[in-house]
């Protein structure tokens, strides 16, 4: 391996799901100005849409998407670029 391309500065984060609430903590090098208080202990945040707890292919619960109303938006939304 090279030396000297593999960052120095790993620390233990809080990673939070923000759909579900869960908080789980691992070693990362990412920079954050957020802190959250996990068991007497402050750590960096870092805020997540989605996580191993929410996500439909872990849980193997699935969402119902409004894929016809999403269509309409989308249309609605590009209808003025439309060639006549």
């Keep these: 391996m090279k ?7 790993y620390r233990m984060v809080a990673f939070k799901d923000m759909s579900n609430e869960d908080v789980f903590l691992t070693r990362s090098t990412v920079d954050t ?3 959250l208080e996990v068991d007497g202990v402050e750590y960096p945040l870092v805020k997540l849409e989605i996580s191993r707890t929410s996500h439909p292919f872990y849980t193997g619960k699935s969402k119902l998407i409004d894929a016809a109303g999403r ?10 670029f439309k060639k006549d």
């Design 71 to 80: 269509i309409d938006k989308f249309k609605n939304k590009y209808k003025k």
């Design 3 to 9: 030396k000297g391309i593999h960052p120095e500065n």
């Design 33 to 35: 100005k957020e802190t």
